[in-house]
């Protein structure tokens, strides 16, 4: 069964950076594109950042392209969300999730970790 467990969320200023991390056990990392999504409150959940599973190709959402950048490390089976020039807008439970290489969305996710910007 694989398992997410994400980390690194937190209470920052505008401006600041952070950095999410996502450990991943029990699935072979190799095999699956990552990605994380948000959920700002009172809203539904989005995606924020994807990364391929061979780590070549990666894509981001349009609020946040240009200032945050995902990333993976295979041999540590982790996951990696970069997030500068945050702003009260970047203020949402962050998710990470997995998708297999034979899937076409996400069904595997992690509990989530808050992260509140303040202005």
């Known amino acids: 069964q694989m398992e997410l467990v994400e980390s690194g969320g937190g209470s920052v200023q505008a401006g600041d950076s952070l950095t999410l991390s996502c450990r991943v056990s029990?699935?072979?990392?190799?095999?699956?594109?990552m990605g994380w999504f948000r959920q700002p409150p009172g809203k539904e959940r989005e995606f924020v950042a994807g990364?391929?599973?061979?780590?070549?190709?990666?894509g981001y959402a349009d609020s946040v392209k240009g200032r945050f950048t995902i990333s993976r490390d295979d041999a540590k089976e982790m996951v990696y969300l970069q997030m500068n020039s945050l702003n009260s807008e970047d203020t949402a439970v962050y998710y990470c999730?997995?998708?297999?290489?034979?899937?076409?969305?996400?069904?595997?996710w992690g509990q989530g970790t808050q992260v509140t910007v303040s202005s």
């Open positions: 999730g997995a998708k297999w290489r034979g899937w076409t969305d996400y069904r595997v």
């Open positions: 029990g699935g072979f990392f190799s095999n699956y594109g």
């Open positions: 990364i391929s599973w061979s780590g070549d190709v990666t």
